[in-house]
């Protein structure tokens, strides 16, 4: 069983930056897509971010488009999700998780297709 840790998140103001990342045990990290999902008070959690287990294909929600950047280090076990301008509609919970489909090739944008998830870091952009 994988576990995943993020770590990363924290309190900044409107247009700041902030890097999350997902470090990942067990040897078999390299082998699985990944991704980034968000859930904000009172809402659902949400897609934001995908990445193909080579890493050389990647995904993103139209909210985040031209702002996040998701990448991987297969060599450290480690998912990245680089968050530039940040807006304070980005407040959330940001969960990384890996998914069910051994090298598939995507793009997954459901949570029904990860099945192991880290425990969270918050995000909290102030105006």
């Known amino acids: 069983q994988v576990q995943l840790v993020e770590s990363g998140g924290g309190l900044v103001q409107a247009g700041d930056s902030l890097r999350l990342s997902c470090a990942a045990s067990?040897?078999?990290?390299?082998?699985?897509?990944m991704g980034w999902f968000r859930q904000a008070p009172g809402k659902e959690r949400e897609f934001v971010a995908f990445i193909t287990w080579s890493g050389y294909s990647t995904y993103y929600a139209d909210s985040v488009k031209g702002r996040f950047t998701i990448s991987r280090d297969n060599a450290k076990n480690t998912v990245y999700l680089q968050m530039n301008s940040l807006k304070p509609e980005d407040t959330a919970v940001y969960y990384c998780a890996r998914c069910t489909y051994y090298r598939a090739p995507g793009p997954y944008y459901s949570s029904k297709d990860f099945s192991s998830w880290g425990q969270g870091t918050q995000v909290t952009v102030s105006s």
């Open positions: 067990g040897r078999t990290f390299s082998d699985y897509p």
